[in-house]
């Protein structure tokens, strides 16, 4: 059994910052891919930015010089640093990982809601 949690996230006015974090435990072998995703209401969930277990980063447009995905190994926790943020930013962010079992499965955190709001 693999379980994600996040934290991190709140309200927010335009222009500050949140980090998010995203914390892996149970019975695994080896994390692949992890990354984050979100979904704004009414919108399908689409990706803001993953990393590989090599550190190559994947990032989509709309983030693309605001928002920077890490991660930390050695804790099984992967991170987004969210600066200038922007209404359009608000949504339910989504943890997601490729993990071993020895299977590989995908396994998604519960979400964690961002608000960007004056």
């Known amino acids: 059994q693999v379980q994600l949690v996040e934290s991190g996230g709140g309200l927010v006015q335009p222009g500050g910052s949140l980090r998010l974090s995203c914390a892996v435990s149970?019975?695994?072998?080896?994390?692949?891919?992890m990354g984050w995703y979100r979904q704004a209401l009414g919108k399908q969930r689409e990706l803001v930015a993953s990393?590989?277990?090599?550190?190559?980063?994947t990032y989509s447009d709309s983030v693309k010089g605001r928002f920077t995905i890490s991660r930390d190994n050695a804790k099984n926790t992967v991170y987004l640093q969210m600066n200038s943020l922007k209404a359009e930013d608000t949504a339910v962010y989504y943890c997601?990982?490729?993990?071993?079992?020895?299977?590989?499965?995908?396994?998604w955190g519960q979400g964690t809601q961002v608000s960007v709001s004056s």
């Open positions: 149970g019975r695994f072998f080896s994390i692949y891919d």
């Open positions: 990393i590989t277990s090599g550190s190559i980063t």
């Open positions: 997601k990982v490729v993990a071993t079992t020895p299977l590989r499965y995908e396994y």
